[in-house]
């Protein structure tokens, strides 16, 4: 009797040390996200990614904290300049905007880590800052036409191949009462991509060159295309209201048949693609580049990371897992889950036409410039989206708003080299 109470004693006091080991070995990773990880197709990569990753990995625990956008980028941007209260991981665009994060010494290198793991050049360099790689980008979005196909036929309009087409067919879907683009400049950003465009078409690697301090803000690429685009906002193309549509509000103008065209990022596919959005029928088109007169070409395309994730320095202590997760996170198992955006992975066929028609549009790209708010520092990118949106209104000298953005820049960035 004795003996057998010796054993249990015994048996008892194993388990108890092999149950403190596990979690003793058991690593936490916090991580900060935009997508609510629920049953929506638009959060559908994300809850695959944190469920799989768990699954597989069941001795490292995730804690993934939804913060949503902009509440993402703001509680990130305040407690990276704090630099108290980091998560491992965070969701992020790359750019000047994570830049700015290494820099400050924030980040995590982890090229050696990273650097063999396949996905497209575009995707790897928006994780770079400086020559060190700080993260994955599982998705990219680029930025195009998204046609509604269906107000196009029945008008007999066939998708502008040139730019100097588009007054012709905006005049037309105007005389029919349809609004020709959605925009949703309440929310400032939405203007940019199709600024950057034309910007591009007028000066070709003007924005290049302007953030190198080549040549200012100012100069007659920026000019043309602000001046174009204010008067196409004159005429009318964006509706009679559009400081006063937000971003949803241009997705429904798209769902319900009101607007013929949006000029926005492919993180759009999914939800243009979905029957229970819109019985519309949706095209995406790359944007098109002058006839005559331009520099820019239709392969100069706009676009960055659409989901992204970097490492910061309270990693450190935990890199294998990091890896690991950040590994997952452009597994082609993880990724397959997402319905909608451009996937940077090999092997990840497109889930519908929009995002096959997107990819295809991505797959042209002889040059992609990132977008300015997340690519520029981020002293003058608030101030840009700003500037961006004087031009909707009414009377105002979009050379001026250029000058007053380009002593910004000399302030913030340094004066054009000479």
């Not at 046609?147 to 066939?158: S, T």
């Not at 092997?347 to 002889?366: R, Y």
Request: glycine share 10%; hydrophobic share 40%.
């Amino acid at each position: 009797m004795k003996k057998s109470r010796i054993f249990a004693l015994c048996f008892l006091v194993v388990c108890l040390f092999s149950t403190a080991a596990v979690f003793a070995d058991e690593v936490k990773l916090t991580i900060w996200g935009r997508d609510i990880p629920d049953d929506s197709a638009d959060h559908a990569y994300v809850r695959a990614l944190i469920n799989g990753f768990q699954a597989k990995n069941p001795d490292i625990k995730v804690d993934y904290i939804a913060l949503g956008d902009p509440g993402l980028a703001d509680k990130t941007k305040i407690t990276m300049a704090s630099g108290s209260g980091l998560p491992e991981i965070f969701q992020t665009w790359g750019g000047s905007v994570m830049g700015g994060y290494a820099d400050a010494g924030m980040l995590l290198d982890l090229t050696n880590e990273l650097k063999g793991i396949p996905g497209s050049d575009a995707a790897r360099q928006a994780m770079t800052w400086k020559g060190k790689i700080y993260g994955v980008a599982p998705f990219f979005a680029v930025a195009g036409i998204f046609v509604n196909e269906g107000i196009f036929k029945a008008n007999n309009l066939k998708v502008p191949t040139t730019i100097e087409e588009f007054d012709k067919v905006c005049d037309t879907l105007k005389a029919k009462g349809i609004q020709p683009f959605a925009c949703g400049e309440k929310d400032k950003w939405p203007a940019l991509a199709l600024y950057m465009y034309l910007t591009n078409r007028y000066g070709g690697e003007a924005s290049a060159k302007a953030a190198a301090r080549q040549i200012p803000y100012d100069s007659d690429a920026f000019v043309k295309a602000a001046q174009l685009y204010q008067s196409w906002i004159k005429k009318g193309y964006f509706g009679s209201t559009p400081l006063g549509e937000g971003y949803g509000d241009a997705q429904q103008l798209m769902a319900t048949g009101k607007a013929a065209m949006h000029i926005t990022g492919s993180w759009m596919c999914a939800q243009y693609a979905n029957s229970e959005f819109t019985d519309q029928t949706i095209g995406f088109y790359a944007f098109p580049a002058f006839k005559s007169g331009g520099v820019g070409s239709v392969t100069d395309i706009m676009g960055q990371t659409d989901i992204g994730f970097a490492a910061t320095k309270v990693a450190a202590s935990k890199k294998d897992a990091v890896v690991k997760f950040l590994k997952y996170a452009m597994s082609a198992e993880a990724c397959e889950a997402e319905p909608g955006r451009i996937c940077s992975v090999p092997g990840v066929k497109a889930k519908s036409k929009l995002t096959a028609q997107a990819a295809a549009v991505f797959g042209t790209a002889k040059t992609v410039t990132f977008w300015w708010d997340q690519d520029l520092p981020p002293s003058v990118t608030s101030p840009l989206n700003d500037m961006l949106q004087t031009f909707f209104l009414q009377g105002t000298d979009v050379k001026k708003s250029l000058s007053s953005f380009e002593a910004l820049c000399v302030e913030n960035i340094g004066p054009v080299k000479k």
